[in-house]
Antibody, heavy 121, light 107 residues
């Protein structure tokens, strides 16, 4: 059974940094692309970043480029989102999601339960 | 950026009724369209990919159709567990944008 468990969320001041983690199990992690998707309180879903199974290719939404960086450690079966220069509008629940192929070009067939990031002074 | 527009925003329905949700893309996404269901406090769940292919374990009462810019999710006979928010998402290039969602609520 595929399991994705996010962690690392919390309260951070504007301009601060945070690193989210997503621990994966139940599948061959290195074989699949992964994504981060966020959801602001009471709002819809916004795709944030995607990364290939090898980690060689990454993609990000324009709204987070240069501030939020996706990476992965396949030896630890873990996906990361390094969040720098955080803004109030980055406040959201952050989900990790599994792609269905090596390259992150497809739909998401499994999601974690999410971790809440609150950016506020 | 491809903009996904869902309608209606909210649908009030009685159990047993047939439900049709719409999703429109601002430019063609071919059949690169997925539907997800999200219940309060839960993560989204994949229902449909490739515009019309049900994901593993999804009941047959859920069906998807459409291509290019116009898509539909149909629930043939609504059950109590189907009251939720439904999102469409394209995966035809970057960024992978979602629609704003349609909330299906009890009438």
């Amino acid at each position: 059974e595929v399991q994705l468990l996010e962690s690392g969320g919390g309260l951070v001041q504007p301009g601060g940094s945070l690193r989210l983690s997503c621990a994966a199990s139940g599948f061959d992690f290195a074989t699949y692309g992964m994504h981060w998707v966020r959801q602001s309180p009471g709002k819809g879903l916004e795709w944030v970043s995607g990364i290939s199974g090898s980690g060689a290719y990454t993609y990000s939404a324009d709204s987070v480029k240069g501030r939020l960086t996706v990476s992965r450690d396949n030896s630890k079966n873990t996906l990361y989102l390094q969040m720098n220069s955080l803004r109030a509008e980055d406040t959201a629940v952050y989900y990790c999601a599994k792609d269905v192929q090596q390259l992150p070009y497809n739909w998401f067939d499994s999601w974690g339960q999410g971790t809440l990031v609150t950016v506020s002074s | 950026e491809i903009v996904m527009t869902q309608s209606p925003a909210t649908l009030s329905v009685s159990p047993g009724e047939r439900v049709t949700l719409s999703c429109r893309a601002s430019q063609s996404v071919s059949s690169n369209l997925a539907w997800y269901q999200q219940k309060p406090g839960q993560a989204p769940r994949l229902l449909i990919h490739g515009a019309s292919t049900r994901a593993t374990g999804i009941p047959a009462r859920f069906s998807g159709s459409g291509s290019w810019t116009e898509f539909t999710l149909t629930i043939s006979s609504l059950r109590s567990e189907d009251f939720a928010v439904y999102y469409c998402q394209h995966y035809h290039g970057w960024p992978k944008t979602f629609g704003q969602g349609t909330k299906v609520e009890i009438k």
